[in-house]
C-alpha cells in the first residue's frame, strides 16, 4: 500500500508527457520572442545609424567641394605667374597641358579658324595634322569653350561640314586625308568657313 502511494505520489509529481512538451514549446516560444525583439532593435539601431551615416557623407562631400574650389584658385594663380602657362585657362584639361607642350617643343602648331561674328577659335594640331584631325580638334575645342561659358547649346558639325568649307587663302580643304602641311597650313595660320555652292553633276543633279 505504501509503495503503491509513493507510485501514485510520484507520478503526480512528475510532469507527463503532455506537459513536457508543453514546456519545450514553452521555451521556443520564448526564445522566438526574444530573436525578434533583437531583431527590432537591430533594425531601429540600424535606422537611427542612417542619418548620421548622411550627415558624413554630405560633410564629406562639402569637403571635397572646398577643396576643389581650393585647387582651381591656387592654380589659376600658378597658371597667371607662368610666362608659358598663362593663357591657359584655370580649368584647363590634361589634353591642353599636353598640346601646350608639344606646341613648345615645335611638335605641334596653332591654326586659328574665324568666326562668324569675327572673332577666331584657337585650335593645336600635330604638324601631321590632316585635316580631318583639325576638324576634330575644333570640335572639341568648341564644345569645351561652350561648357566653360554654361552654355548648353550644341552644334550640328555634320551640317557645318555640309553647308561649308574651311579655306585657306582661297584654297578649300576638300580633301579630308591631306596634311595640312602639304596644303600651306602652317603655325599660326588663319583658316575661314566659306559656303558650299551647289554644283550640277553629269546627270544634271545638283550637287555640293
Not at 36 to 65: I, R
Amino acid at each position: 500500500m505504501e509503495a503503491y502511494r509513493e507510485g501514485n505520489i510520484d507520478e503526480e509529481l512528475c510532469p507527463g508527457a503532455d506537459e513536457m512538451r508543453a514546456g519545450v514549446s514553452d521555451t521556443s516560444v520564448a526564445k522566438a520572442d526574444t530573436k525578434s525583439l533583437e531583431d527590432k532593435e537591430s533594425q531601429v539601431s540600424d535606422e537611427a545609424g542612417e542619418p548620421q551615416q548622411a550627415e558624413s557623407l554630405d560633410s564629406e562631400t562639402l569637403s571635397h567641394a572646398e577643396l576643389k574650389k581650393f585647387f582651381q584658385e591656387a592654380l589659376s594663380q600658378l597658371l597667371k605667374k607662368d610666362p608659358i602657362l598663362n593663357d591657359l585657362h584655370p580649368q584647363v584639361t590634361l589634353e591642353e597641358v599636353n598640346a601646350l607642350i608639344e606646341l613648345e617643343h615645335g611638335r605641334a602648331m596653332k591654326v586659328y579658324v574665324e568666326k562668324a561674328d569675327g572673332g577666331f577659335w584657337c585650335v593645336v594640331v600635330p604638324r601631321e595634322a590632316t585635316v580631318h584631325d583639325l576638324k576634330k580638334a575644333l570640335k572639341n575645342h568648341v564644345a569645351l569653350m561652350l561648357n566653360r561659358k554654361g552654355v548648353k547649346k550644341k552644334i550640328n558639325w555634320k551640317y557645318i561640314w555640309k553647308a561649308y568649307w574651311l579655306c585657306y587663302e582661297g584654297e578649300k580643304l576638300a580633301d579630308d586625308r591631306k596634311k595640312l602641311l602639304e596644303l600651306g597650313v602652317k603655325n599660326k595660320s588663319s583658316l575661314t568657313f566659306i559656303k558650299r555652292l551647289r554644283e550640277r553633276n553629269k546627270s544634271g543633279r545638283k550637287v555640293r
